[in-house]
């Protein structure tokens, strides 16, 4: 089945404790990308990934890190979380581009950071 | 930055009402996408507009891109319980952009 695989789903923790969020898609996807989820704010990108090795910043980018190492994985890593990243993310891929392919989300993480 | 404003944010309607979701920015986008979210679950696509004026249909619901490129809506004809969820639009600008409105969550009682 094609999916995109977030762990974990829900995780409490404490500020400046570092984490990192797994991501995994087997659909052979060239773009991977985070959002995050805050009401009233819509999904606000975080950063992507156009193919391996090539990342770059979305629109709230600050306090995060991403890598490319491979192809289906595109973890999310918060080196000192703070109470203000508590949020619902979401992994994405999508296979060229964003012009007209659909973005085939995760079922998401919900992070709260105490 | 880009927006793109969706409208109303919040709707509650009976089963059997008709109701109309409003995507809107001042930017031209190359194409429109509107996804569904439910709880629990990540955002699913419902369809795709790339052409201004286009319309699409997808059973009760009708997706329809504004000429300029601008702006979108969403219809759904009879709503029912099972349309209950998160409304997303979200526009293309360039080859790996892609802006996400504010959603709009409906609420449909039987």
């Known amino acids: 089945e094609a999916q995109v695989t977030q762990n974990p789903r829900y995780l409490i923790t404490v500020t400046g404790k570092k984490l990192t969020v797994t991501c995994s898609q087997n659909?052979?996807?060239?773009?991977m990308s985070w959002y995050r989820q805050d009401p009233g704010l819509g999904l606000r990108q975080i950063y992507y990934?156009?193919?391996?090795?090539?990342?770059d910043k979305g629109d709230v980018p600050e306090g995060y890190k991403v890598s490319r190492k491979e192809k289906r994985n595109f973890p999310l890593i918060l080196e000192s979380p703070s109470p203000n990243q508590t949020s619902l993310y979401f992994c994405?891929?999508?296979?060229?581009?964003?012009?007209?392919?659909?973005?085939?989300f995760g079922d998401g993480t919900r992070l709260s950071i105490l | 930055t880009q927006l793109l404003e969706q409208s109303p944010q919040f709707l509650s309607i009976q089963e059997g009402e008709n109701l109309t979701v409003y995507c809107n920015s001042s930017s031209v986008f190359s194409s429109l996408q509107w996804y569904r979210q439910e709880p629990g679950e990540g955002p699913v696509l419902l369809v795709t507009v790339v052409t201004g004026g286009e319309v699409k249909k997808l059973k009760r619901l009708t997706f329809q891109f504004g000429d300029a490129r601008k702006d979108s809506s969403l219809h759904i004809t009879a709503a029912q319980p099972g349309d209950t969820g998160l409304y997303l639009c979200a526009g293309a600008y360039n080859t790996d952009k892609l802006i996400f409105g504010t959603g709009t969550r409906l609420q449909v009682f039987p």
């Open positions: 659909m052979n996807h060239e773009y």
């Open positions: 990934s156009m193919n391996v090795e090539v990342t």
């Open positions: 994405a891929s999508s296979s060229k581009g964003y012009s007209n392919q659909p973005q085939h």
